[in-house]
């Protein structure tokens, strides 16, 4: 089996034997309104990250990852904030330590971008994380979905889909894996907690 990385998030090693390949790029898709920025907050206390907010601040992102009640590392909080993002992603991915991670958050203003542009990130992209042996994560709100997300789809190696229900007076939380070339796919959705950290949901397990 290929070397994996661990993600930091306990539930998701186990559920993939270990973490996920060097180089690997993952889709991470949820509801704006849900609890799904945890997630990537946690994944920050693996090893170094950078972590590139197109959406909000990087004063307002510090503070979130600071605040956050699980356990965070220390990222590197950059804020795409021009009107060429994708040349401005590339630039700061350029100076990724050896082993980082990478966190877009929100691919959306990406996805937005011309399609030939946006194809040939991608490629770039996936090219950057295996010469760095890192993980990227890339946060793709579902709702007003930009028409680049099939290709966001296309070029990734996983895709983690976060679906947040209301089942009686219960919020909860299921993450699946539809898409997984690294094998060992997990084939059933994983009952999250998203309050204090994240963490299998056994409130309702009977076996």
């Not at 946690?42 to 699980?70: F, I, N």
């Amino acid at each position: 089996m290929v070397d994996r990385l661990e993600t930091g998030i306990d539930v998701l090693d186990r559920k993939l034997d270990g973490g996920l390949p060097p180089g690997c790029l993952v889709a991470y898709t949820a509801a704006p309104a849900s609890q799904s920025e945890l997630l990537l907050y946690e994944l920050t206390a693996a090893r170094g990250t950078l972590y590139l907010s197109t959406e909000r601040s990087e004063e307002t992102v510090r503070h979130a990852v600071e605040s956050s009640p699980s356990d965070v590392g220390n990222p590197t909080i950059r804020h795409v904030s021009s009107d060429t993002p994708i040349e401005e992603t590339m630039q700061l991915i350029g100076a990724l330590p050896d082993g980082a991670n990478l966190i877009i958050d929100t691919m959306n203003v990406l996805e937005r971008t011309d399609t030939d542009e946006f194809i040939s990130f991608l490629d770039d992209l996936k090219t950057q994380m295996l010469d760095k042996n890192g993980i990227a994560v890339l946060h793709c709100l579902r709702g007003d979905v930009p028409a680049n997300r099939t290709r966001t789809y296309h070029a990734v190696d996983a895709v983690f889909d976060l679906q947040t229900a209301v089942s009686g007076a219960e919020l909860e939380n299921h993450l699946t894996i539809p898409k997984f070339r690294g094998g060992g796919q997990p084939t059933k959705a994983i009952k999250l907690e998203l309050v204090e950290e994240v963490a299998i949901d056994t409130s309702r397990d009977i076996a």
